[in-house]
């Protein structure tokens, strides 16, 4: 799935997105339902930590330049 491909680079949204997508045309995608908890998991303990860039869907430790 796309969306795994954009947990691995920490792409949080675009990851939650796409697996919400995969959701809506086949709600039984275990791929799909397997990776959305862990992606938004993920994005929420960025968020509280104040570890994500609000430019960004990285975590600040993650960005490089």
Known sequence: LRGDSYRSLLKWTSAIADYKSAMAIDP???KA???LPLAEAKISVEKKSGNLDKNSEKPRSEKHG
């Open 33 to 35: 339902k397997e990776g």
């Open 28 to 30: 039984e995608d275990q």
